[in-house]
């Protein structure tokens, strides 16, 4: 079984930061491509940025600019920088993962619980 914990939520005011982080353990016998995504209230759940095995970002234009998606390969972890908080990035964000479980098994994707981030003042 593959878990994903993220954490770092909270509540920041408006022009604040946060940075989460999102470890990965269990059977895991290779990672690819690790996201975040986030999820607002009555908003359908939406892609924030990518990182590939190789450490190349993509990020989605809501939050481009504003937000650096890293990865730590020994520690199965990847982090989100987050710069310059508005209200509307008020969501739930949520960690993906491709994962390969074990050699013989094909990979999947894996999410976390989700962390609450809320900017208000």
């Known amino acids: 079984q593959v878990q994903l914990v993220e954490s770092g939520g909270g509540l920041v005011q408006p022009g604040g930061s946060l940075r989460l982080a999102c470890v990965a353990s269990g059977s895991i016998f290779r990672l690819f491509t690790m996201a975040w995504y986030r999820q607002a209230p009555g908003k359908q759940r939406e892609l924030v940025a990518t990182?590939?095995?190789?450490?190349?970002?993509d990020y989605a234009d809501s939050m481009k600019g504003r937000v650096s998606i890293s990865r730590d390969p020994l520690k199965k972890t990847i982090y989100l920088q987050m710069n310059n908080l508005k209200p509307e990035d008020t969501a739930v964000y949520y960690c993906?993962?491709?994962?390969?479980?074990?050699?013989?098994?094909?990979?999947?994707?894996?999410w976390g619980q989700g962390a609450q981030v809320t900017v208000s003042s």
């Open positions: 990182i590939d095995l190789s450490g190349i970002a």
């Open positions: 993906n993962a491709d994962v390969q479980p074990t050699l013989w098994d094909r990979r999947n994707d894996y």
